[in-house]
């Protein structure tokens, strides 16, 4: 009977490299130098600092290879091999039987080898011995345009929106709800409490009468004061014309008049 102690490993031992031992010192790893060294592998187009033949070289022309169409191809000995008479051959059909790859492929059948069952072949493209072929045996054949998965739909036509006038909403003006008054029943008196409200109601009744015959005192009417025109107001009292008194003549004013007087007589003689 075999023991658990008793098992030896199966296989090789792994080989770890730069860890000495039985291998040697440097254990595969060689002897220094970046390759020696841990961390990340240096890059395929590294070439020690210097300009890399990828950049060295020119670069000329243009390609069209990303936008190129590319076409799954489909023989007609495949089609032989793979479908019944009677049979429609399309993309999903193609596709069950692993005759093409998915994600929506083009689709192009050639004419290799021969048909001779009646098949509906539906494709992108048809080779003209492929098409000619197809239709002696029979066929039908069916050019499609886009993928089989989304064929080609016509566009819808646009209609125009109907113009609908815009309702103003009326904001309702909230009326506030009536409610009925609550009438309540007078609370009965009691005999005891009857009888102390009486002198009260009496007291308040001659009080009523005592200020009903009070006679109602006279106020003084009020005066208006009379308007005055403001033009009246500023209009002050004329003064009195002043008399003006006699002017006296001086004695000097005289005697010059009395030597002008002499002068002219001389004169006139």
Do not use: C, W
């Amino acid at each position: 009977m075999v023991r658990l102690d008793q098992l030896t490993p199966s296989g090789k031992k792994r080989k770890r490299v730069g860890r000495g031992g039985s291998r040697g010192g440097t254990s595969g790893k060689g002897h220094k130098g970046q390759k020696a060294r841990s961390g990340p592998k240096i890059k395929i187009q590294f070439e020690g600092g210097q300009m890399p033949l990828t950049r060295r070289l020119p670069k000329r022309g243009f390609t069209n290879a990303r936008f190129k169409t590319t076409y799954e191809i489909v023989n007609l000995k495949t089609l032989q091999e793979a479908f019944d008479t009677g049979s429609t051959v399309d993309a999903q059909a193609l596709y069950a039987k692993g005759l093409v790859r998915g994600g929506r492929p083009l689709i192009k059948v050639l004419g290799d080898g021969d048909l001779e069952k009646k098949l509906i072949v539906h494709a992108n493209k048809f080779s003209k011995a492929a098409a000619e072929r197809i239709l002696q045996a029979g066929g039908e054949v069916h050019v499609t345009e886009g993928t089989q998965a989304e064929p080609v739909k016509a566009a819808p036509e646009k209609v125009a929106p109907k113009k609908v006038a815009p309702v103003k909403a009326e904001k309702a003006k909230a009326t506030p709800k009536k409610t009925a008054p609550v009438k309540t029943a007078p609370a009965k008196a009691t005999p005891a409490k009857a009888e102390e409200a009486a002198p009260k109601k009496a007291a308040k009744a001659k009080k009523a009468e005592t200020k009903k015959a009070k006679p109602a005192k006279a106020t003084p009417e009020k005066v208006a004061p009379e308007k005055v025109a403001p033009e009246m107001a500023e209009a002050k009292p004329e003064e009195p014309a002043k008399e003006e008194a006699p002017k006296q003549e001086t004695p000097e004013k005289e005697a010059v008049g009395k030597e002008v007087s002499v002068e002219d007589t001389e004169t006139s003689e």
